[in-house]
């Protein structure tokens, strides 16, 4: 059996063009991700930082206000 372990620190993006939000996992760096991000398909940004007691601690590090309806 495979388990998947959820990093403590992953990033969410909300995709404009599905209207959803979609989970990063990912290795890359902070800089790296916000560098990827495309203002024309995706809105916002967010790091998710999963805390000892199990609790989210979600902080907004991007955003594209022009896509914000």
């Known amino acids: ?15 404009l063009i599905q209207n959803s939000w979609m989970d990063l996992w990912t290795t890359d760096n902070e ?4 560098a990827s991000m495309h203002p024309k398909t995706s ?4 790091r998710v930082e999963i805390l000892e007691n199990g609790k989210e601690k979600i902080t907004l ?9």
Request: glycine content about 4%; some cysteine.
């Open 31 to 34: 800089k790296k991700v916000i």
């Open 61 to 69: 590090i991007w955003t594209n206000t022009k896509g914000e309806k």
């Open 43 to 46: 809105s916002k940004l967010e």
């Open 1 to 15: 059996m495979i388990k998947l372990h959820k990093p403590n620190i992953t990033y969410r993006q909300f995709c």
